[in-house]
T-cell receptor, first 111, second 114 residues
């Protein structure tokens, strides 16, 4: 199993650009989520999904969209990037209330 | 969401046991207690989780109070690699109006002295 994979590893955007952060898992986990982590801070939940076709907002959803068309994939879309969205983004997945597996992260800089 | 309270930081010595406390006085009967850690410049890493009984795995032990309002993560022999931020998190099973979401707090920084 590859576990949780994220692409890209690094990205630089200009203010106003849009992009999609990709997340995929091959463990057939129904639960997937996106976090952001700003320098020196803890993780904050952006959006999560409890299964294909079901998504919900976390603590900091503004500026981000998600969809879950398959069990494996959970992309995070930035519609119009802002400098405040400069952060490290982690995707995670789990089965029920069991161990949550994290991806390696995407480091995003918005100029 | 039920909250947890941890000290901001703790120090321990290498090769000694360390007990990391967590209070969760508003825990519900179905909430699981999860512990994760984050080493410097890395993503979070699962440590252990439990519901009512004490749990052991290769990384640590989790001792849960009888009333479930507190728990303790036990590292039996701290190593320099255990220096990290440790997060104690409650996670509900979802359904019946609940949510499985895992919400991280500020965590507790563990320093391990050589």
């Amino acid at each position: 199993n590859a576990g949780v994979t994220q692409t890209p590893k690094f990205q630089v955007l200009k203010t106003g650009q849009s992009m999609t952060l990709q997340c995929a898992q091959d463990m057939n986990h129904e639960y997937m989520s996106w976090y952001r982590q700003d320098p020196g801070m803890g993780l904050r939940l952006i959006h999560y999904s409890v299964g294909a076709g079901i998504t919900d907002q976390g603590e900091v959803p503004n500026g981000y969209n998600v969809s879950r068309s398959t069990t494996e994939d959970f992309p995070l879309r930035l519609l119009s990037a802002a400098p405040s969205q400069t952060s490290v983004y982690f995707c995670a997945s789990s089965h029920g209330t069991n161990e949550q597996f994290f991806g390696p992260g995407t480091r995003l800089t918005v100029l | 969401d039920a909250k947890t309270t941890q000290p901001n930081s703790m120090e321990s010595n290498e090769e000694e046991p360390v007990h990391l406390p967590c209070n969760h006085s508003t825990i519900s009967g179905t909430d699981y207690i999860h512990w994760y850690r984050q080493l410097p410049s890395q993503g979070p890493e699962y440590v252990i989780h439990g519901l009512t009984s004490n749990v052991n795995n290769r990384m640590a032990s989790l001792a849960i109070a009888e009333d479930r309002k507190s728990s303790t993560l036990i590292l039996h022999r701290a190593t320099l690699r255990d220096a990290a931020v440790y997060y104690c998190i409650l996670r509900s099973p979802g359904g019946q109006g609940g949510s499985e979401k895992l919400v991280f707090g500020k965590g507790m920084k563990l320093t391990v002295n050589p």
